[in-house]
C-alpha cells in the first residue's frame, strides 16, 4: 500500500476588521500555489501588535468573515481564539492547531512585510518549526530570506515566496473611507458592506 501523502493546510491569522478582497485574493493565490488543501482563516481576539488600537467586537468581524467565506468551499474559519484568554500569539495558536490537524502539513500564511519582521514577533524559532511559512511576496519587493534565516534558525528552508499581484486595498483605508463616507464598494464583499452599513461600524461616535 502507498504511504498516504499528508494533507496541506494553510493557517490565515489576522484582525479581520474588516475582511476585504485584497484578503481574499492573497488566500487564493498563496492555497493555489502551495497546493493547500484547504485554508483555516483565524480570526485574532486580542492582536499583541495591535494593543493601542481600538478592535471592532469580535462578534462583528467573525459575522463579516462567515459573509466573506460563505460561497469559498476552500476557505474555512477556525474558532481556536475565541474564548482563549490573553493575547493571541501565532506560536499558541500553531500549538493548538497542531494535534487538531496532524498529521497535515502546515503553513502559516502571511505577507513579504510581515515576514521582514517575523525575527521580532513572539517566538518565531517555535512558529517555523509548528509550519512553514507561505508567503505573499509583492512585486518589486525582495524579502531577505537569508537574514531572516540566520535570525530564526528552524525558517531555514522553510519559506515559500509566491508573487502575488499588487493590491492597493486595506483594512485601514475602508475603515477610514466609511468615516468618511467614500464608497467601499468592490473593496469588500458585497454581503460585507451590507453588514456595515447595517451595523454602522466604523462610523464616527454619534453617527451609527
Do not use: C
Request: glycine share 6%; hydrophobic share 45%; aromatic share 6%.
Amino acid at each position: 500500500m502507498a504511504p498516504t501523502i499528508p494533507r496541506r493546510i494553510g493557517i490565515f491569522g489576522g484582525t479581520f476588521d474588516p475582511i476585504h478582497l485584497g484578503h481574499l485574493i492573497v488566500a487564493s493565490e498563496l492555497r493555489f500555489a502551495l497546493k493547500l488543501e484547504r485554508v483555516l482563516f483565524v480570526l485574532a481576539p486580542r492582536p499583541p501588535h495591535k494593543t493601542a488600537q481600538e478592535i471592532s467586537d469580535y462578534d462583528d468581524r467573525l459575522a463579516m468573515l462567515r459573509l466573506a467565506l460563505a460561497s469559498v468551499p476552500d476557505f474555512e474559519i477556525s474558532a481556536t481564539e475565541h474564548d482563549r484568554p490573553g493575547l493571541s500569539f501565532t506560536a499558541d495558536t500553531l500549538a493548538l492547531l497542531s494535534p487538531e490537524l496532524a498529521p497535515a502539513r502546515l503553513f502559516f500564511l502571511m505577507g513579504g512585510d510581515s515576514l521582514r519582521d517575523f525575527p521580532t514577533w513572539h517566538e518565531p524559532d517555535r512558529i517555523a518549526t509548528l509550519a512553514e511559512l507561505g508567503v505573499a511576496a509583492r512585486p518589486n519587493v525582495e524579502p531577505d530570506v537569508s537574514r531572516i534565516e540566520q535570525e530564526v534558525p528552524a525558517a531555514r528552508d522553510r519559506i515559500h515566496l509566491v508573487p502575488v499581484p499588487l493590491i492597493g486595498i486595506s483594512s485601514r483605508e475602508i475603515r477610514r473611507r466609511v468615516r468618511a463616507g467614500e464608497p467601499i464598494r468592490f473593496q469588500v464583499p458585497l454581503t460585507v458592506e451590507t453588514y456595515i452599513r447595517a451595523r454602522g461600524l466604523y462610523l464616527p461616535p454619534g453617527q451609527s
